[in-house]
T-cell receptor, first 112, second 112 residues
């Protein structure tokens, strides 16, 4: 089983719908992240959390929200999806010591 | 100037050749450096980390770090078609909580 699990892996939705992407990890890391990847734009940080009570905005947080339900769970929500949120989304974890990131398998979201 | 820069490529090399991937970074206080490999549609996978000046070898991969010149490189010896992927350079600036900053990636194509 993957150490960092994302659900759903693929989702097609319509403009205006609410979408939640979920992430769970078994690595025991305190830190969790949500990234978005678009062709030609690389990985962009949406939100990150250093522990259960800590939530921080990344470089592209507008239109997104997150919830850290437990040390092992970090979910990303799109309250009202729009087509330019069509992208590949990655959850990642890291330890506080090295910063090395471990990625989930990705969630491909298409907003029509 | 971007914090972490990579040539987007594609870098095309024949099978069996050495592929050389380069990355420059702007923040002199950076301490930890990582190379991730990402196949199309898949998640980034850590292949090398390097923390001190010089070379670090792992199988066919060698990471090279020169902090004075602020560059890090990845050499892939005996390149195989299965090495065809995008290679992401990531830098830990050891501030802002050990967060990684990613370059845009270099696409490598190894031709049989």
């Amino acid at each position: 089983d993957a150490d960092v699990t994302q659900t759903p892996r693929n989702r097609i939705t319509k403009t205006g719908k609410r979408i939640m992407l979920e992430c769970s990890q078994t690595k025991g890391h305190d830190r969790m992240y949500w990234y978005r990847q678009d062709p030609g734009l690389g990985l962009r940080l949406i939100y990150y959390s250093f522990d259960v009570k800590d939530i921080n905005k990344g470089e592209i947080s507008d239109g997104y929200s997150v919830s850290r339900q437990a040390q092992a769970k970090f979910s990303l929500s799109l309250e009202s999806a729009i087509p330019n949120q069509t992208a590949l989304y990655f959850c990642a974890t890291s330890s506080r010591n090295t910063g090395e990131l471990f990625f989930g398998e990705g969630s491909r979201l298409t907003v029509l | 100037q971007k914090e972490v820069e990579q040539n987007s490529g594609p870098l095309s090399v024949p099978e069996g050749a050495i592929a050389s991937l380069n990355c420059t970074y702007s923040d002199r206080v950076s301490q930890s450096f990582f190379w991730y490999r990402q196949y199309s549609g898949k998640s980034p996978e850590l292949i090398m980390s390097i923390y001190s000046n010089g070379d670090k070898e792992d199988g066919r991969f060698t990471a090279q770090l020169n902090k004075a010149s602020q560059y890090v490189s990845l050499l892939i010896r005996d390149s195989q078609p299965s090495d065809s992927a995008t290679y992401l350079c990531a830098v830990n600036r050891n501030n802002a909580g050990n967060m990684l900053t990613f370059g845009g990636g270099t696409r490598l194509m190894v031709k049989p």
